[in-house]
């Protein structure tokens, strides 16, 4: 866990990629006292700390982490709608519910988070062509305001709510419990293909090939391949595997326990050098096959080493992510790689998808239609953040948007620009609620 343990004393937080810590005053959900604390102080609630900038941090402020609340309180054969709590992490829910033959319909790249976590970030996973972002699978929420009051918001009732909160970066108050929509699958295995490509151009025509026969596609990226010629990658398309595919074949495996990285490295083990030599390896390893895939590994390849993060040493390291319309995708991404290689900070990690269109439920969601590029770009301090500053430059020309999940830069201008539903949002916003990434945006206000 990258949070410590639950306490109400003050305790430095980290989130996945800042340096950090930050003091909080951290609370857990027992009882209620802490929202009349909320009337002299903001709070934030807090998940697994698996954002990697400050949307899940309230430096100097009150944490309310739902780690404890984290019961599954009941589960609807007949609909697959899943009743829990929202410090049920997205691990629990595959593991009692998998080996029963439901998935949820949307699932991010890692599984360590927790069900709060995802509604109030909206994730999306490898499938948003085909089934929109986890907001869309959301049938109902629990919400507690500072005042006390609780609430349950759906499509139905307390709609404005409801699509507020989801996506709603933790700012509407606390989510106590949710309902969401699974889906049956017949086994913990996956029909998988990797298929190797050169160029942007051959990145599109795969996905377009894809989209319709596999429900779930991304694409790796070898980002300082960009500086040599034309940007090399591979990419992976699946679809839960069938009765028919699976023949004999036993149970997929259980997740191996992870490989941990016991302490915090005062220093960065990531530099040109190892980029380089990690992104060839990958690509090594990743020749053209089809064929059945265990689930965990297909989903989660992160997973296998808990606390990657701290490869990334004190500074720790940003994580870019952003979405770029369709009539600007190709040629946007194409300069987005370009600048990285004029800046000379290679991407360790590179991950590039595209959005369908399915529209998003929360006011703030990220998902849209187009291209999301995710780079992870080691902290090598002002020359890091002159690079997030440029690359921001183009998304804000092209009409795009940064991913609050994962931003510790994005400046006003831009989130005003990209998220056009923030007006609205407001007047659902609890006032009482507040996280770094506001401050950050906003000063103390709106
Ligand atoms: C390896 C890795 C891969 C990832 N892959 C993806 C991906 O594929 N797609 C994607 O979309 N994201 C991805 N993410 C980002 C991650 O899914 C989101 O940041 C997610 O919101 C983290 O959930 P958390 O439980 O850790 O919440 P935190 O990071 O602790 O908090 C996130 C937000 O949720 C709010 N929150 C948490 N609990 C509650 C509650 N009970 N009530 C109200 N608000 C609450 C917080 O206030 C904060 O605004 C990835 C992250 C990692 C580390």
Known sequence: MSQPPLSDRWLGLRSWGLPGPFPHRVLTLLGRPELDLARDHKVLAIGAGRSYGDVGLNAGGIAIDSRLNDRLLGFDEATGILDCE???????????????????MVVPGTRFVTVGGMIANDVHG????????????????????????????????ESARFRATIGGLGLTGLILSARVRLRRVVS?????????????????ELEREAADRYEYTVAWLDCPSAARG??????????????????????????????????????????????????????????????LQPIYPFFWPLDGIAEWNRFYG???FYQFQCVLPPEAEQAGLAELLRTCGDAGQGATLSVLKRFGTVAAEGLLSFPRPGSTFALDLPNLGERTR????????IVLGVGGAVYPAKDANMSRALFERAFPGLD???SHRDAAFESSLWRRLFGTGP
């Open 188 to 204: 913990a295995w996956m029909m998988a293909r990797c298929r190797r490509f050169a160029g942007l151009d051959a990145f599109f």
């Open 230 to 291: 034309p940007v090399r990658g591979i990419h992976f398309a699946a679809n839960h595997a069938s009765t028919a595919q699976l023949g004999e074949r036993p149970p997929a495996p259980p997740p191996g326990k992870p490989r941990w990285i016991p302490y915090g490295l005062p220093f960065s083990v990531v530099n040109a050098v190892s980029t380089r030599m990690l992104n060839q390896a990958y690509w090594l390893a990743h020749g053209p096959s089809e064929g």
């Open 126 to 157: 490898k499938n948003h062509h085909t089934a929109g972002s986890f907001g869309n699978h959301v049938v109902s929420l629990t919400l507690m305001s500072s005042d006390g009051a609780v609430v349950d918001c759906s499509r139905d009732h």
């Open 86 to 104: 929202a410090g049920v992490t997205l691990d629990t829910i595959v593991r009692v519910m998998l080996p029963r033959g439901w998935f949820p």
């Open 314 to 316: 004190a500074r720790g």
């Open 424 to 426: 609205e949002f407001l």
């Open 386 to 393: 002159r690079l997030l500053a440029a690359l921001e430059a």
